[in-house]
């Protein structure tokens, strides 16, 4: 079986701070990570993945994430936020040869503040 | 065209009520999902097409019931909802549910109230 935590319900973080927002997961086979955005009042938004390769994974709006295979973590990173980054972020997971269903984490609400 | 679209945005219903919740894409994609997401909780996936068949049923209570009529579109049918069936109900399509992973694209959800 997988899991995926997120252990921070909430960061708040000032505007133009940096910020990480912590994933680890568990699964007895290889997997395919994923962050995703949620506005308010709106449907999910992928941000970034990682299937295979490099572990530092670049996506949009000027996140980033790192693959962690030994310590089976996948957090997500923003060297400055801003406003509008304020909003709830999902980590999920899709297990290999699962077919393509994602279990996602509990979520953590990111609040950036001036 | 990149975009899942939902109608209604909201919806309020009583429990004696049959209404139903449409999703379409036109972007040739032949999985599509439904997700109930209640509040400050993540997406829990309900139910999976592929191919337009039902391929995966998360033990969803019977008074949910979903259809394919082509590619592009699923319903979900709901008739004598409890109140705790109140959710955001989001859609979601991805390309080719046999060829490993595929993105799934997330429409804008409906907003479920049950009275």
């Known amino acids: 079986a997988q899991s995926v935590t997120q252990l921070d319900s909430q960061v708040p973080v000032f505007e133009e701070a940096p910020v990480e927002l912590r994933c680890n997961y568990s699964?007895?086979?290889?997997?395919?990570l994923f962050w995703y955005v949620q506005y308010p009042n709106q449907g999910l938004q992928l941000l970034l993945k990682y299937l295979s390769g490099s572990t530092l994974v670049k996506g949009i709006n000027g996140f980033e994430a790192e693959f962690n295979k030994s310590q089976t973590s996948f957090h997500l990173r923003k060297p400055s936020v801003h406003i509008s980054d304020t909003a709830e972020y999902f980590c999920a997971v899709i297990h290999t040869g699962g077919g393509n269903k994602l279990t996602f984490g509990t979520g953590t609400q990111l609040k950036v503040e001036l | 065209d990149t975009e899942v679209t939902q109608t209604p945005k909201h919806l309020v219903m009583g429990m004696t009520n049959k209404k139903s919740l449409k999703c379409e894409q036109h972007m040739g994609h032949r999985a599509m999902y439904w997700y109930k997401q209640k509040a400050k909780k993540p997406p829990e996936l309900m139910f999976v097409?592929?191919?337009?068949?039902?391929?995966i049923n998360e033990s969803v209570p019977s008074r949910f019931s979903p259809e394919c009529p082509n590619s592009s579109l699923l319903n979900l049918h709901l008739h004598a909802l409890q109140p705790e069936d109140s959710a955001l109900y989001l859609c979601?399509?991805?390309?080719?549910?046999?060829?490993?992973?595929?993105?799934?694209?997330f429409g804008p959800g409906t907003r479920l109230t049950v009275l």
């Open positions: 097409y592929s191919y337009e068949k039902l391929s």
């Open positions: 699964s007895s086979v290889s997997v395919y």
């Open positions: 979601a399509s991805s390309q080719d549910p046999g060829q490993g992973f595929n993105e799934q694209f």
